[in-house]
């Protein structure tokens, strides 16, 4: 059996070898492998908070979204609505119906495409006037200079154009039931005479002086056509809410009345309008 010889290497090839061997041992087993960066801590997770609700529809009047904001506007423009004098806060409940009227009747405008006369600047200035000028709550401010309507509006939480706005619907609706109900209304001599005798002359002490029939005779017919008015439209009212689709979410402002909301459209037409002393 044949022996092969042994195998030699030559000093320069163990010494490369060698030194392979070296660089291979320094790289891979003489220096540790850097460590891993550490790894940023995970921002706590949030505690769940409750939803914030910014706002709600509280109703729906024919797919007209009314909003509980909608409501709060409505109690804050309430202070400027004469009508409401000594009847305290208005209620959430009974501003709900005003809006639910208010609804009903501008799409029955559209519905029926009335163009009801558009109230003029002059008109909308002096209905705002009106308002500082006698509103009692204004009176006590002194809103007739512009500074104390300023701060009235402030106190109130209301803006200038918002209170123009509301003005000017409130000219538009009084308008619109003008030109819808009083033609045809028409009240006769004996009714004017019949209102000065049992409504009028009553409210005077024996020995008071109080005017004559021929003095207040226009202003009396005044009154009994807008008190007509106010029956005719109270019934239109009535019927728009019968036929509507009005539906409330929240059954703490549902109202059983139908017609509760009614008279707020109707601002300065409740009353004799004459005053204790019958002056016109």
Known sequence: ??????IRISKARRGAGAWRFA?????????????????????????????????????VVNRRVILASDIDEEIRLSILDPDRIGQGILTRKRALDQLISRALIEQQIRREDVQAEQPSQNEVNARLMEIRRDLPACVRQNCASEQGWIDFLAA???????VEAYARYRIEILHFI?????????????????????TLMPQYAPGEAAPSLDRVSLRIQEILLQQQVNVLFDEWLTN????????V????????????????????????????????
């Open 178 to 198: 003008e030109e819808r109900f009083r033609p045809g209304i028409h009240i006769s001599p004996q009714e004017i005479e019949t209102y000065y005798w049992q």
């Open 23 to 59: 660089v291979c041992f320094g790289l891979c087993f003489a220096a540790p492998a850097a460590p891993a960066p550490a790894q940023a801590p995970e921002p706590p997770t949030p505690t769940p908070q409750a939803p914030v609700v910014l706002d709600k529809v509280v109703a």
């Open 1 to 6: 059996m044949r022996t092969q010889p042994p």
């Open 249 to 280: 979410f929240d059954e703490a402002l549902e109202s059983s009345d139908p017609h509760s909301g009614a008279q707020s459209i109707l601002p300065g037409a409740v009353g004799n309008g004459i005053g204790a002393k019958g002056t016109p």
């Open 156 to 162: 109130h939480d209301l803006t200038p154009e918002r």
């Open 240 to 247: 728009l809410r019968k036929q509507g689709d009005v539906e």
